[in-house]
């Protein structure tokens, strides 16, 4: 069966830098598009970033856009958001999901915690 | 850039039909999905491309989209369908999520 499972999460200082991680099991990753989004305690959902099978084409949302990189290893089913100059409102929870564009996140993995505080 | 209304909390009695609404500007020329969120718990998506459920869904969850307002219905609405409800859609950006509507059964 599919699933997602993401690492990473912590507790980091502002400013700091954190890598969070997906792997992916139980589907053909490579052939898939994959997104991160995130929820703020007690906010909604928020799209953070998306990437191609192949990386082709990556996007993200102005909120993170030049802090934050997505990246994916299709050799190990892995998808990778590097986070780095972390403010406070970057504090959520953070989900890796498998994306079929229009028709939806169809796949969630369990969801990581960043919590950004000094 | 694009946005996505939704009303912050719609009630809904036992086995009674709720709709739960998406306001976007010309949001009938986009696909459109819905995610259920429970405390705790990740996302499921509930309907894709405006009207389709995916497998495992229950046939009570409907949608449909047209103009500027996307809907979700649940029809028979059950104890379980509690939950916060987001509506979705690929613009620009390009994903937008809506502000989510809290769903209370009672």
């Known amino acids: 069966q599919v699933q997602l499972v993401e690492s990473g999460g912590g507790l980091v200082k502002p400013g700091g830098s954190l890598r969070l991680s997906c792997e992916a099991s139980g589907f053909a990753f490579r052939d898939y598009y994959m997104s991160w989004i995130r929820q703020a305690p007690g906010q909604g959902l928020e799209w953070v970033s998306y990437?191609?099978?192949?990386?082709?084409?990556?996007y993200y949302a102005d909120s993170v856009k030049g802090r934050f990189t997505i990246s994916r290893d299709n050799a190990n089913n892995s998808l990778y958001l590097q986070m780095n100059s972390l403010r406070a409102d970057d504090t959520a929870v953070y989900y890796c999901?498998?994306?079929?564009?229009?028709?939806?996140?169809?796949?969630w993995g369990q969801g990581t915690l960043v919590t950004v505080s000094s | 850039s694009y946005e996505l209304t939704q009303p912050p909390s719609v009630s809904v009695s036992p086995g009674q039909t709720a709709s739960i609404t998406c306001s976007g500007d010309?949001?009938?020329?986009?696909?459109v999905c819905w995610y259920q969120k429970k405390p705790g718990q990740s996302p499921v998506l509930v309907i894709y491309q405006d009207t389709t459920r995916p497998s495992g869904i229950p046939e009570r969850f409907s949608g449909f989209n047209s103009g500027n307002t996307a809907t979700l219905t649940i029809s028979g609405t059950q104890a379980m369908d509690e939950a916060d409800y987001y509506c979705q859609a690929w613009d620009s950006s390009p994903y937008v999520f809506g502000t989510g509507t809290k769903l209370t059964v009672l």
């Open positions: 999901a498998r994306d079929q564009k229009y028709s939806g996140n169809d796949y």
């Open positions: 010309k949001l009938g020329n986009k696909f």
């Open positions: 990437i191609s099978s192949s990386s082709t084409f990556i």
